[in-house]
């Protein structure tokens, strides 16, 4: 029997009340049966979206802090806020909403929770627990394939698919999020409708993206999509490294190298930034591949074809800015060969190069790549010598930044200079000097450089 939370005992009691149906459906009970803390509750009820929010009204004074979104009422959805949390409740459907890109938009009832069931993606989707008892209607064996960790669509997979092409995608995005293996049958009519999840909406595509590279093990969902062809129809320069061999410690093909390296970004918990750029640091490579007289391959400035090619794609797939400048700086970056011989102005320059608050990104894009490349972890120190460096330099207080220099734009003004784009040159210029040898930061000598590089102009 499912432990029924008491808030969701709660809020059924407001239905049957009035003679209505209520049911938990969806993510929620897939995560309880499996005995994981349910995240967010989506109910399933026979009322209308006027009807619930018609009964959430009339409670009046004493449910004050209920209130009623209609957040989807063309879909037959609105968001209840009920003691502080929020429900998402659906009147029993007929139909998905089809990401296809043909059908319109439109929501008709069903008269059943199990023909509301049957419209649903997979069978561990389509149980519902009746509140607030907790009786479960379980039509499709849902249960039975939770038990044996296996993805499944409700109904003839080829059909399901071919109405939505965002299933297939989902599915292989479970598969990595639950580590669970895909039924043959299903698993066969992914590439049997790709031409269907082309015309689903790029946001979509990405959203699903986003959970396999949240998941635990990315490479399980990406293997999946290059095993279905969902990985040449998605991310073709992805697909386009599987066989480009490496020589210098690489054990494995660039793809390999690229799913290992998000692989290692995931387990050690990092950031959605750190795993793209994991994914897609040496995305140029297939493109930049040349042989060398000696009949080796080379890669020479792939991490900029990299970082070009990883903006354009996460442009397609309508990812914020910030997010694409924070991607695309550290693959650019990622190539940094230190050695104990860099100067000091060396150390600044790579400080001012990468920016202080994206060092700790950048260092952990390089102990992935260096996983990816050896296939086992790096020793936990070795980057350590330029950490030291590094944060030498910045202890050192020196001037790293325009904002540190000892003079200003007015101050170059006050020698003649016309305001303009100019006085940033200038300004720039004497940051390289000051970064090369600190000790000009005083305004006197910056002054005096300053002077000749004004009649120079
Ligand atoms: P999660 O929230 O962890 O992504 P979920 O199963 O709750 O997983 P949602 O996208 O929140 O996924 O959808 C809720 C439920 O709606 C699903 O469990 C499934 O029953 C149904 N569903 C969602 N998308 C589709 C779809 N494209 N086709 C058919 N049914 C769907
Ligand atoms: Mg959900």
């Known amino acids: 029997m499912l432990f029924i939370p008491r808030i969701l005992k709660d809020i059924a009691l407001i239905f049957t009340a009035n003679g209505k149906l209520i049911f938990l459906v969806g993510g929620a009970v897939r995560d309880m049966l499996r005995g994981e803390k349910a ?8 009322a209308t979206p006027e009807e619930v929010a018609a009964m959430f009204h009339a409670l009046g004074r004493g449910a004050k802090r209920s209130a009623v979104i209609p957040t989807g009422v063309k879909h037959g959805t609105v968001t209840v806020h009920f003691k502080g949390e929020a429900f998402e409740i659906t009147t029993f459907r007929t139909e ?50 939770l038990q044996n960790r296996v993805i499944r669509c409700v109904g003839s997979p080829r ?27 299903t698993l ?38 290059e095993q279905t062809g969902l990985l040449l129809e998605l991310l073709p320069e992805l697909a386009a490294c599987r066989d480009i061999e490496q020589k210098g410690g690489h054990r494995f093909d660039v793809l390999d190298h690229l799913l290992l390296a998000c692989d290692f970004a995931a387990e050690k918990g990092w950031s959605h930034e750190v795993r793209l750029a994991a994914l897609f640091h040496d995305i ?19 991490e900029r074809e990299s ?41 600044r320059r790579f400080v001012v190069r990468v920016g202080e608050a994206r060092l ?28 030291d460096r590094v944060r030498r330099v ?21 020698l003649g200079v016309r305001p303009g784009p100019r006085i940033g040159i200038i300004l720039g210029e004497l940051l390289d000097a000051v970064l090369d040898d600190p000790e000009l930061n005083a305004k006197e000598k910056l002054l005096e450089i300053a002077g000749k590089m004004k009649d120079r102009a």
């Open 284 to 302: 140029g490579k297939p493109v930049v591949c040349a042989m060398n007289e000696f009949g080796v391959r080379t890669f020479y400035r792939h």
């Open 394 to 414: 910045l202890d050192g207080k020196k001037a790293l930044s325009l904002k540190d220099l000892a003079i200003s734009g007015d101050d170059i003004i006050g």
């Open 39 to 46: 995240r967010d509750f989506d109910l399933a009820t026979d």
């Open 159 to 185: 059909e399901r698919f071919g109405e939505d092409g965002l299933r297939s995608l989902r599915c292989v995005r479970f598969a990595s999020q639950l580590g669970f293996s895909i039924d043959n049958e």
């Open 96 to 145: 998905a909403d089809y990401n296809d890109g043909r059908h319109p938009e439109r929501v008709a009832y069903a008269a059943t929770i199990e023909e509301d069931l049957s419209r649903r993606d997979f069978t561990m989707n389509a149980i519902a627990v009746e509140l607030p008892k907790g009786r479960v209607v379980d039509p499709f064996n849902g249960r039975a394939d």
């Open 360 to 387: 700790p990104n950048l260092y952990k894009l390089r102990h992935a790549d260096a996983f990816g490349t050896a296939g086992e972890p790096p020793r936990p120190d070795f980057l350590i010598p330029l950490m």
């Open 307 to 347: 970082a070009a090619m990883a903006k354009n794609i996460l442009s397609r797939f309508r990812y914020p800015n910030a997010v694409i400048d924070a991607v695309v700086h550290l693959i650019e970056e990622h190539m940094f060969q230190y050695t104990e011989d860099w100067s000091d102005a060396a150390v």
């Open 188 to 225: 066969a009519a992914i590439p049997q409708t790709l031409s269907i999840t082309a015309k689903v909406a790029a946001e979509r595509k990405r959203d699903e993206l986003d959970k396999i590279i949240g998941s635990g093990k990315p490479s399980t969902g990406f293997s999946l999509m």
